[in-house]
Structures are given as structure tokens and as C-alpha cells.
């Protein structure tokens, strides 16, 4: 979601959900791993330990990565519904 207008805190914020706690460790990995190789470091990490909602602040970016069911629960996407944005979807259907 382009937040650059709506907050304060990011420019961007990326929402995504994983059907486990297992799977959203993963993800969050995945992404920190990435963006090392890019040379981009978190600046604040939340959330890890019990992985309902990882949060990863990397400046203008604000990535988000949820539990499925907590994702529903806390519907970011409806707070800022009027927000830009851009719906990318797993290849995976199940992760």
C-alpha cells in the first residue's frame, strides 16, 4: 500500500500472511535474507517470538508479514482502504 500521503512512518507499507507461525519465521527469513544480499538492514523488528504479526520497519518500507487469522483480525488493509495499492499473490495457494 503507497502510504506516502497517509503516514508518517513509511512511504510503503507491504501486507502478507502465512497459514502457520512456522511459515510466517520463514517468510520473515526470506525477506531479511533478500534484503541483506541488497545491502538494506532493518532498522526495528518486531514480533518474531510468537510470529502472529512480524513487523520489519527498513525506513520507507514497512513490511508486514501475519498469521492468516490475525491478518483478519487486525484488517490493515480496510483502516487504509483508500490507500494505493497493489495485490500480489502466491503461487502457493497453501503457504
Not at 3 to 24: C, D
Not at 60 to 87: C, M, N, Q
Amino acid at each position: 500500500m503507497e502510504m506516502k500521503e497517509r503516514s508518517s512512518i513509511g512511504e510503503y507499507f507491504v501486507l502478507m500472511s502465512a497459514s502457520s507461525t512456522v511459515r510466517v519465521k520463514a517468510v520473515v527469513d526470506a525477506i531479511e535474507e533478500q534484503m541483506e544480499k541488497a545491502g538494506l538492514r532493518t532498522v526495528h523488528k518486531e514480533g518474531l517470538k510468537e510470529s502472529l504479526w512480524v513487523l520489519l520497519d527498513y525506513g520507507d518500507v514497512i513490511v508486514h508479514v501475519f498469521h492468516h487469522e490475525t491478518r483478519k483480525f487486525y484488517s490493515l488493509e480496510s483502516l487504509w482502504g483508500d490507500s494505493p495499492r497493489k495485490a500480489y499473490h502466491s503461487p502457493h495457494p497453501h503457504a
